[in-house]
């Protein structure tokens, strides 16, 4: 085997929170220089074993869609990782619960490896969870719309952020957050290794604006 197929059977077998309702999620695309991550799978994601396969997915992938790369196209070639790779199960008061901080903990060790192995030139982070593990803060404000650079595993990488693609957030409901959306959007398309990862077939020549496409006046962030 590989030392990715190491990884991927640690991680696949991995049964360290039991806490958790679910078991490993990821979506592994070998040779990757871009990852996403994000917070946590959910009981579709559970169902399917893949990452992002309801809802929150088809916003995720029509916002890459608009800067002219499919579905299929990113997971072939986009690693899809995520602060947890197990649903973490249903809160007390409705909804998927947040990860707790020991299984964030522990999951990192999953994270941290592939990062090693990876090497990523770019990680894009959904949601202020995976923006807090990776750009240590959770403000997406401050961080959608604009380029970072950051270290982990002793790994240093770019970083974009986005908003997380829940029908349950609010923040793309104002108009200046859309145009932050927008912006991050379009370093993705300009970054060399986002270009590189993409080229070939699943690649549009005229991308869109996210900002101007209806879909992206829902509950979506």
């Known amino acids: 085997m590989t030392r990715f197929d190491d990884?991927?059977?640690?991680?696949?077998?991995?049964?360290?929170?039991?806490?958790?309702?679910?078991?490993?999620?990821?979506?592994?695309?070998?040779?990757?220089?871009?990852?996403?991550?994000?917070?946590?799978?959910?009981?579709?994601?559970?169902?399917?074993?893949?990452?992002?396969?309801?809802?929150?997915?088809?916003?995720?992938?029509?916002?890459?869609?608009?800067?002219?790369?499919?579905?299929?196209?990113?997971?072939?070639?986009?690693?899809?990782?995520?602060?947890?790779?197990?649903?973490?199960g249903r809160a007390a008061a409705g909804g998927d619960r947040s990860p707790y901080p020991d299984e964030i903990e522990r999951c990192g060790a999953h994270l941290d490896r592939e990062i090693r192995l990876l090497r990523p030139e770019l990680v894009v982070v959904t949601g202020s969870l995976a923006s807090s593990i990776i750009l240590g803060t959770s403000v997406l404000t401050d961080l959608v719309g604009r380029a970072h650079r950051a270290e982990r595993a002793g790994r240093a990488f770019d970083v974009v952020a986005l908003p997380h693609p829940s029908g349950?957030?609010?923040?793309?409901?104002?108009?200046?957050?859309?145009?932050?959306?927008?912006?991050?959007?379009?370093?993705?398309?300009?970054?060399?290794?986002?270009?590189?990862?993409?080229?070939?077939?699943?690649?549009?020549?005229?991308?869109?604006s996210s900002a101007a496409s209806p879909r992206h006046r829902a509950r979506d962030g």
Not at 13 to 34: D, E, H, N
Not at 36 to 55: D, K, M, V
Not at 65 to 84: K, T
Request: charged share 25%; aromatic share 8%.
């Open 7 to 88: 990884h991927l059977e640690i991680l696949f077998s991995c049964r360290a929170c039991p806490t958790v309702a679910g078991l490993p999620v990821s979506g592994p695309a070998r040779g990757a220089k871009v990852m996403l991550i994000g917070q946590a799978p959910g009981p579709h994601e559970e169902e399917s074993r893949r990452p992002f396969a309801y809802t929150a997915g088809r916003r995720l992938f029509g916002w890459f869609d608009s800067i002219g790369v499919n579905e299929a196209s990113f997971r072939d070639r986009v690693y899809i990782a995520a602060a947890i790779r197990c649903f973490p």
């Open 168 to 208: 349950r957030s609010t923040w793309l409901n104002k108009e200046e957050n859309r145009r932050l959306l927008d912006a991050s959007l379009q370093l993705i398309r300009v970054h060399p290794a986002w270009k590189l990862t993409v080229a070939g077939e699943g690649v549009r020549k005229k991308p869109r």
